[in-house]
Nanobody, 121 residues
Framework: QVQPVESGGGLVQPGDSLTLSCTAP????????LGWFRQCPGKAREFVAS????????LGADSVKGRFSISRDNDKNIMYLQMTNLRPEDTCVYFC??????????????WGPGTQVTVSS
């Protein structure tokens, strides 16, 4: 059983950067594919990025390409989502997911509770 936990969310201003982290205190997830999804107010859950256990990256919507990047450190059992040039429309709850395939949310078996990111001046 894997219980991902996100951290690093908060309130930032437009143009700021923020890095989210995901770890799993109970079990190493170095052998699992990992992903970031987000749910923004009034919208369906959206795929942000994924990274396989070996480091292959898939990015999501065009709106985040060039601004968001994903990485992982298997030795530290942690995954990151680096977000730059944040916009108000990035205000969402961000979820870490483990054990799935790329953008296919239904394939991820394990989900974190989410961390709120608010971008506002």
């Amino acid at each position: 059983q894997v219980q991902p936990v996100e951290s690093g969310g908060g309130l930032v201003q437009p143009g700021d950067s923020l890095t989210l982290s995901c770890t799993a205190p109970e079990r190493a997830f170095s052998d699992l594919n990992l992903g970031w999804f987000r749910q923004c107010p009034g919208k369906a859950r959206e795929f942000v990025a994924s990274i396989t256990w070996s480091g292959e990256i898939t990015l999501g919507a065009d709106s985040v390409k060039g601004r968001f990047s994903i990485s992982r450190d298997n030795d530290k059992n942690i995954m990151y989502l680096q977000m730059t040039n944040l916009r108000p429309e990035d205000t969402c709850v961000y979820f870490c997911a483990a054990g799935g395939s790329k953008s296919l949310a239904h394939t991820y078996a394990f989900w974190g509770p989410g961390t709120q990111v608010t971008v506002s001046s």
